[in-house]
């Protein structure tokens, strides 16, 4: 997740209309103020210039889905694609990986790699059992 909302969210959902992955959400609050989902943002950055008062800003210390911080923009893994956390790992809870269209399968635990996605560390991500 390299966007975060700003407590000046006023919630007017205009954010949540534009995500094509279902990201941000409604919190509780009373103003119904909204939060993205660092798990399904696959920082596509539409919800970002649909926001009419600009409180979803970057988050500087999260990596960029295919950019910044990705090990994925690295030649030797050119022919890699990401599940952008749809799918995860069972053992380590890391989202998967596939080579040229194989099977989805876990960086570290299936493919052998020796980096996985940077925000399984910052999301504080638990195994999955």
């Not at 990596?63 to 890699?80: E, I, K, S, Y």
């Not at 790699?113 to 399984?120: E, F, S």
Request: charged share 20%; hydrophobic share 35%; aromatic share 8%.
């Amino acid at each position: 997740m390299s966007f975060e909302v700003l407590d000046d969210c006023i919630g007017c959902g205009a954010c949540e209309f534009s995500c094509p992955t279902t990201a941000l959400s409604k919190t509780d609050s009373f103003l119904g103020t909204f939060v993205i989902d660092p798990f399904l943002c696959n920082d596509c950055g539409e919800c970002v210039d649909k926001c009419p008062v600009q409180v979803i800003v970057r988050a500087p210390a999260w990596p960029v889905c295919g950019g910044h911080g990705c090990p994925l923009t690295a030649r030797r893994l050119a022919d890699v694609d990401c599940a952008y956390w749809q799918e995860r790992c069972p053992d380590c809870g890391s989202t998967l990986w596939r080579r040229d269209g194989d099977a989805w399968a876990c960086p570290q635990c299936g493919l052998g790699a020796r980096v996985r996605c940077p925000k399984t560390r910052l999301a504080g991500v638990e195994p999955v059992r």
